[in-house]
């Protein structure tokens, strides 16, 4: 086999209260729509930020389709966290399977 080792993925809907939701999005996306009680730390901060994401609990990594959270899992997993997991389709699928949202911009929740 040839490549990196496949990312570690979960499904929206098996997505519980008790994991913490990573959301490495830029701040206009998050402000638009995010899950209640997600993390934000922008994809671009996530260096200067690792000691806000727990290594003793499940992360679940988010951002719009999936290929952002997919680098920044790969990147944890890499350096130490063992219970991290990219959410397979990210806010989209989120959305698609009628998973609640909020949003900070007074507009309705969205995903843009």
């Not at 959270?69 to 959410?87: E, I, M």
């Not at 989120?94 to 909020?102: A, E, H, L, Q, T």
């Amino acid at each position: 086999m040839f490549g990196p080792p496949p990312v570690p993925s979960v499904a929206a809907t098996d997505v519980t209260d008790d994991d913490f939701l990573l959301d490495v999005r830029d701040d206009d996306e998050w402000l638009a729509g995010h899950v209640q009680g997600a993390h934000h730390v922008p994809m671009t901060e996530l260096l200067a930020r690792l000691d806000e994401v727990p290594q003793d609990r499940d992360v679940v990594v988010v951002c719009k389709v999936g290929g952002r959270s997919a680098q920044v899992t790969a990147y944890l997993a890499a350096n130490g966290w063992d219970r991290v997991r990219n959410l397979d389709g990210g806010m989209l699928a989120w959305v698609g399977v009628g998973r609640p949202m909020v949003s900070e911009d007074g507009h309705a929740a969205r995903v843009i």
